[in-house]
């Protein structure tokens, strides 16, 4: 039931939500989707589906993620109590060194080369996931995406579109990229078959190794192993001068001494409670916990002040999100205990500067004995108020680019993962491999005293975030793409599902609005302290009382922010659901 008062949902969705009671996947891509559905169809469980559809969107959108990159995880078997965090977001590299930056003329970390990378985690912590919790092996796990990368897939018109942007920079700078991306010399046409065989034979070598051992397990970790040696060509590779987006041309540092130990891990999810139901996220090496401090602050609020469709409610979403932003620039970073931001106390102290005029203040929050960090307050060009799909300059310079993947199956288990990095634009493509390094340390600051400086040995603080959630036996995974904002765009649909009544598709297909009023995560790392951006469908009225209330709305096309998709299961029911996004026009829900 929807609250009273509060804005009801619309009649119309985009797409059904899907119900049944055998398996659901929802992923950015319909061909990830449907091969996680498959994987259930034959008997897997839904961390093998994950994991299967993970391989594949390396394949499908490459210039959203890539075998070079990262990812964070929240997964729960359907027998434990409390969900756990797939933690595969390598560290900075031992030559990483705030140091070593600066000596080579920069000020921040560059958005685009070699030297941004951070030691590749997202291929560990997908086998890592296999190993403890699927039942498959690494051969049939990866044969989905053996198919794609050796029999090719149509390009999407985003990824091609991506391509054009960059090809310059491809023929100039980086040519083993214009040997893999530009056919011919030219950008690829949407729906063009690509193949990369130099990928398919990746993961032919990891599917060989994984055969080796007598136990499952020591069978994976062979796989994990050969990974990290396979991870030696881009150390050779990268050590040569090339070009980066501050437009200079350096050599990246990742050595193999630095590959010895894999990467990925588990680790315990922060949580707070939200009318009744408790959300949990990743630590503070993620943005996750200014969500769970945005909902600790909104909770006792009048339901009408929590409608994203109101001007009071948007205002009020704004307001918020830019206080706890503000708290993670402040605050998070690898290894930083942020246990005092979902205080009571705290919550309660930024409820009171929620004004009703746009602030135009970077404003952290004051906690005891403990001194906020401030980051340059950078307004140069201003922060782009981007859709989450690639804005990409010709240095290479990418911000928000990710994916996501959601199952859930037959026997309660459920799992949400944003992949993300290693862009087919973040560095040239290493040869042998068939993809590149991602380029996460760009969000580490070249300021020593920074929660999130670069240290070597130390993780970014990066925004992926999947997000889950409990109702007594009721769980709900989801997640989306689009960097800083990922987290703004699961605000609304959280606060329209639990406390609006909204079903998962209705809120993913609700008009949505963020903040730009907080530092970017990506290079150049800048900050526009009123700026808001808003889907038109949220409707005159309510744009122009967010302006006369002093903020900068851009209005953007009513269906471009955000790429949300869900999954969840009624524990007293056994039903299962799916919802996924129809903006980019390539999410997909399937299930039965």
């Known amino acids: 039931m929807t609250t009273t008062g509060y804005t009801p949902p619309s009649a119309f969705t985009t797409r059904p939500q899907l119900t049944g009671t055998f398996g659901m996947a929802a992923s950015t891509h319909a061909t990830a989707t449907a091969v996680a559905q498959a994987v259930l169809e034959r008997g897997g469980n839904a961390f093998d589906a994950a994991c299967a559809g993970g391989f594949v969107l390396h394949i499908v959108e490459p210039h959203l993620n890539g075998p070079g990159g990262d990812l964070v995880g929240l997964f729960q078997p359907a027998d434990n109590a409390t969900p756990t965090v797939l933690m595969g977001q390598g560290a900075a590299p031992a030559g990483a060194t705030v140091a070593h930056l600066v000596q080579q003329g920069l000020d921040l970390v560059p958005g685009a080369g070699g030297l941004a990378a951070a030691i590749p985690a997202a291929v560990d912590a997908w086998l890592l996931l296999l190993r403890d919790h699927g039942t498959w092996s690494v051969a049939d796990v990866v044969s989905y995406a053996i198919g794609y990368a050796e029999e090719g897939h149509p390009f999407l018109p985003s990824a091609a579109a991506t391509i054009d942007r960059v090809a310059d920079l491809f023929r100039d700078h980086w040519p083993s990229s214009a040997h893999l991306w530009l056919a011919n010399g030219e950008p690829p046409r949407p729906g063009e078959l690509h193949r990369n065989p130099a990928y398919g034979a990746v993961l032919r070598r990891l599917a060989a190794a994984g055969t080796s051992g007598h136990e499952r397990r020591e069978r994976i970790d062979a796989a994990r192993a050969e990974w990290r040696r396979l991870l030696a060509d881009a150390c050779d590779f990268l050590a040569s001068p090339h070009r980066h987006s501050s437009g200079t041309d350096h050599a990246a540092v990742l050595a193999p001494a630095d590959l010895v130990d894999p990467p990925a891990r588990y680790e315990a999810p922060l949580s707070v409670t939200f009318r009744g139901r408790t959300v949990f996220k990743a630590d503070a090496w993620s943005q996750g916990p200014a969500l769970l401090e945005a909902l600790h602050v ?86 782009a108020v981007g859709t989450g799909e690639p804005t990409v300059a010709r240095t290479g310079d990418t911000r928000g680019d990710t994916c996501h993947i959601d199952v859930v199956d037959r ?6 993962v944003t992949p993300s990095g290693g862009w087919l634009q973040s560095s040239p493509t290493i040869p042998s491999l068939g993809f590149c390094l991602g380029t996460r340390l760009q969000m580490c600051w070249l300021d020593e005293s920074s929660p999130a400086a670069l240290r070597p040995g ?5 925004t992926l975030s999947p997000t889950l959630v409990h109702d007594g036996d009721t769980r709900i995974a989801l997640g989306t793409p689009g960097g800083d904002q990922q987290d703004q765009w699961q605000l609304p649909m959280l606060l329209r599902m639990l406390v609006g009544g909204y079903t998962a598709q209705q809120a993913i297909d609700a008009p949505t609005l963020h903040t730009s009023a907080m530092v970017d995560s990506f290079w150049p790392r800048t900050w526009d302290p009123t700026g808001v951006a808003a889907e038109g469908r949220l409707g005159e009225d309510v744009l122009a009382g967010l ?38 026009m390539q999410g997909y829900a399937a299930g039965r």
């Not at 026997?411 to 949400?416: F, L, P, T, Y």
């Not at 130390?458 to 990066?462: A, D, G």
């Open 458 to 462: 130390h993780r970014p603080r990066t």
């Open 298 to 383: 909104l909770e006792p609020l009048p339901d009408e002040r929590l409608d994203p469709s109101t001007e009071v409610g948007a205002h009020t979403l704004i307001e918020v999100l830019k206080l706890v932003l503000a708290d993670r620039d402040a605050y998070f970073g690898d290894g930083a205990d942020v246990a005092a931001l979902l205080t009571d106390a705290v919550a309660a102290a930024r409820r009171a500067e929620i004004g009703g005029h746009a602030s135009a203040q970077w404003r952290p929050a004051t906690l005891p004995g403990a001194r906020p960090w401030h980051p340059p307050l950078r307004r140069e060009g201003g922060a």
């Open 547 to 584: 302006a006369r209330r002093g903020h900068h709305v851009t209005p953007v096309g009513d269906w471009s922010l955000g790429r949300l998709s869900a999954v969840g299961r009624d524990g007293g029911t056994g039903i299962l659901w799916a919802a996924a996004n129809p903006r980019g």
């Open 411 to 416: 026997w309660g288990n459920i799992v949400s």
